[in-house]
């Protein structure tokens, strides 16, 4: 029997993630114990994706996102790859029923109803069969759903749930639909940077590291992780403080990348979702206020690449520029009157194709937040700058020249960035205290 004030713990968190759950929310970095043997449940399941309750101590691989799927359901997302766990009876025997972190996107055997137990834990109830989830080690030890009534090995402790609170992970529990000529987008991956100063979520976002040689581009800064990242440089910040790191949360509701000099070397932070989530199609949208481009040095991003890359190496993966700014005094740039958007396939390469976006009179990217998006359906990708309903600039295949190949019909993941010198970013000779780029949000919908 759980301890009084256990149970109470676990009864508060369990009325605290079914309250927030009613309310369209999503909680992240949650991890999730069988009550039979307190082990966290995992998704590596010895190098395959079956999970099991296996894990001692949980890490990237005992994290999950609980998601609401409004019709009295939850799913679980594993939140180190993006996919959803299944209780599929497809599979073939003896793995019937087993759950695996597999899928894309959440149908009915990705559906499970939360119940409640009498001493404070929860039973999880697969929506298509109906049966609850078992973590029996006598079945192997992977999670598997074919129990009709819920006892020891049927009861999960689900700890850690954190909804809309510090470090930056947000829900979309307060985030609106967007409708763009008679298309319902719901909102299903919301990072709001909410809640109080410190690094970024590294459950959410993985951190690109060093100078990898000019990353291409002859850049100057060293990027960096949070303080204690795995491979951190050693020029980054060793302990955390909003007046020395790159990149932090601002405890106002801001991601923030703030290049530095740090005797002679320029630090700065680029984050990316690879291999935490993946996208494909719906609007992709983040609202940013961009320091001031108008002298040489800095390159600001928001962007995208073909979740493939590993496999099929830029540019046939295909790149997506949704925001990209640098100075009118480097190759004709925008600065802060406007926003370059660009695609960038295997023929085009580095020049790719795009088009310029001008702010109206009296606006500017530095002087105010700005939302950069783009509205992504099969063989179509429109960019807008604060409307939705007013694209910019449309990119189809046939936008691109005759042998190419258009490379955004697959999972893309996304990347911000403030690069320092560069092809685009251009002499650092006169840079001195930039200001910094702030994000108020990131944000995915799905059409309804």
């Not at 979702?273 to 108008?294: M, R, V």
Request: proline content about 7%.
């Amino acid at each position: 029997m759980l301890e009084r004030q256990t149970l109470f713990r676990q009864l508060f968190a369990i009325g605290c993630l079914l309250a927030a759950l009613a309310t369209s929310a999503t909680s992240d970095a949650a991890t999730i114990r069988a009550m039979a043997n307190n082990n966290f449940v995992t998704a590596t399941a010895a190098g395959t994706s079956f999970l099991t309750a296996t894990a001692s101590v949980a890490s990237t691989w005992e994290q999950y996102q609980i998601i609401n799927n409004a019709n009295g359901t939850i799913s679980l997302r594993a939140t180190i790859s993006g996919n959803f766990v299944s209780a599929d009876i497809g599979l073939p025997a003896p793995n019937t029923d087993q759950l695996i972190s597999n899928r894309p996107v959440a149908s009915t055997w990705e559906q499970f109803t939360l119940v409640p137990q009498p001493n404070g834990t929860v039973a999880l109830q697969a929506l298509a069969n109906n049966l609850f989830v078992s973590a029996d080690l006598n079945l192997g030890g992977d999670l598997i759903a074919n129990r009709t009534v819920a006892q020891a090995w049927e009861q999960f402790i689900i700890d850690n749930v954190i909804i809309d609170s510090g470090g930056g992970t947000g829900s979309c529990a307060n985030v609106s639909n967007i409708t763009v000529n008679g298309t319902t987008y719901v909102p299903q991956w919301c990072q709001e940077f909410d809640g109080s100063a410190g690094p970024p979520d590294t459950t959410v976002f993985t951190f690109d590291l060093g100078n990898n040689n000019g990353w291409g581009n002859g850049e100057v800064e060293v990027y960096c992780g949070p303080p204690g990242y795995p491979n951190n440089p050693s020029q980054c910040p060793t302990s955390f403080s909003t007046t020395t790191a790159p990149v932090y949360i601002d405890g106002s509701g801001h991601l923030v990348i703030q290049p530095r000099n740090v005797t002679g070397t320029w630090l700065s932070g680029r984050l990316n979702t690879e291999g935490k989530h993946n996208f494909q199609y719906g609007i992709l949208e983040a609202s940013i206020q961009l320091p001031n481009t108008t002298n040489p040095g800095l390159w600001p991003a928001f962007w995208s690449l073909g979740s493939n890359i590993t496999t099929v190496p830029w540019p046939a993966c295909g790149e997506a520029d949704i925001m990209e700014n640098w100075s009118p005094q480097v190759l004709n740039g925008a600065g802060p009157s406007g926003n370059n958007s660009t695609i960038h396939t295997a023929v085009t390469g580095g020049s790719g194709v795009g088009r310029r976006f001008t702010f109206p009179s009296g606006e500017a990217a530095n002087t105010a937040f700005h939302t950069y998006g783009v509205i992504w359906t099969p063989n179509e990708m429109q960019y807008f700058v604060d409307n939705a309903s007013t694209s910019f600039f449309t990119a189809t295949p046939s936008s691109l020249p005759g042998g190419d190949t258009w490379p955004f019909n697959q999972p893309i993941f996304l990347l911000t960035n403030v690069a320092v010198g560069g092809t685009l970013g251009g002499s650092t000779s006169g840079l001195t205290n930039p200001g910094p780029m702030k994000i108020d949000f990131i944000r995915w919908y799905t059409a309804q």
